[in-house]
């Protein structure tokens, strides 16, 4: 695996590949690479000639400077986890070299950005926005990967995509699970003992909510899941949604939409995590 740390150089050695007729599959990543990150990154293998992975925790992504300091850097595993499973391109960039000068760029996303995570994150998918378009220029990947835990995000890369006219095509791919439930995150490894035990109750709340579709109305819906949570005191809920799964507007009727997914957002102890799942 060649890892490079420069735009030029990366650029240089893409073009040569691009030369032979090689497609590109790109993971863009923060790091602290778990199982659900190597899925991404074998499926790309499969679909291209060359994999390339970045890592970069993008700081102009987090609008709480605390949640930075504590993500979690671990590049020594990562880079040994990219090695095992073949990767041929690491991308590994300073602040320096993605930013010489701070970049305001402003994506209008509408409504998509301004619910759910847009609305408790505010200027979080600018921030993403701004930093995979950059990766998208400098790796200029055939298809993109990104996983379904963080729904919303995919649906404003699409949106990016679709606004810029950019020539890559967007894989979304299904969450993957530990074996009790949880929602593979970066995040988890944040967890205590005891909170990572608390865990499996988000998934366990999402799945016994679905069986009550259609009996309960959306907002009934809603209601039971916080419910639920609140009887927790472990658990505090930063929002319960049920949207259509591509404006991902909240719905007030099942036929609102054809396709409606339950998203939830919650602390435990002062880790936040996000999972969905799919009601109709
Ligand atoms: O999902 C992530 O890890 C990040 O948001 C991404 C897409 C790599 C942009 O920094």
Redesign the pocket.
């Known amino acids: 695996m060649i890892i490079n740390e420069y735009i030029a150089e990366l650029k240089q050695l893409l073009m040569h590949e691009r030369s032979q007729a090689k497609t590109i599959g790109f993971v863009?990543?923060?790091g602290a690479l778990h199982p659900g990150h190597l899925e991404l990154m074998k499926q790309a293998k499969k679909e291209n000639d060359i994999l390339v992975a970045?890592i970069?925790v993008?700081p102009i992504?987090f609008n709480n400077p605390e949640d930075l300091k504590k993500y979690p850097r671990t590049f020594e595993t990562d880079r040994q986890m990219l090695e095992d499973i073949g990767c041929d391109f690491l991308f590994y960039p300073s602040a320096e070299e993605i930013y010489p000068e701070p970049d305001n760029t402003y994506y209008d996303f509408g409504a998509l950005a301004q619910c759910m995570e847009g609305e408790k994150r505010p200027g979080h998918f600018n921030g993403?926005a701004i930093?995979?378009r950059k990766?998208f220029d400098i790796v200029e990947p055939d298809k993109a990967y990104?996983?379904e835990k963080?729904f919303q995000?995919l649906a404003i890369?699409q949106a990016l995509v679709r606004k810029l006219n950019m020539p890559v095509q967007v894989i979304p791919c299904p969450i993957v699970r530990e074996v009790d439930g949880l929602a593979m995150s970066s995040r988890n490894m944040r967890l205590s003992k005891e909170a990572r035990q608390e865990a499996p109750f988000i998934y366990e709340t999402l799945k016994r909510a679905i069986t009550l579709f259609p009996t309960y109305s959306p907002e009934a819906l809603k209601h039971w899941v916080a419910g639920q949570f609140e009887n927790k005191e472990t658990f505090t809920v930063d929002y319960i949604e049920i949207a259509d799964t591509t404006e991902l507007q909240a719905v007030h009727n099942w036929e609102d939409a054809s396709g409606i997914s339950l998203f939830v957002a919650v602390f435990l102890e002062e880790v936040r995590l996000i999972d969905n799942i799919r009601i109709i």
């Open positions: 863009p990543t923060m970045s970069f993008n992504q993403v930093v995979v990766l990104f996983g963080d995000q890369i």
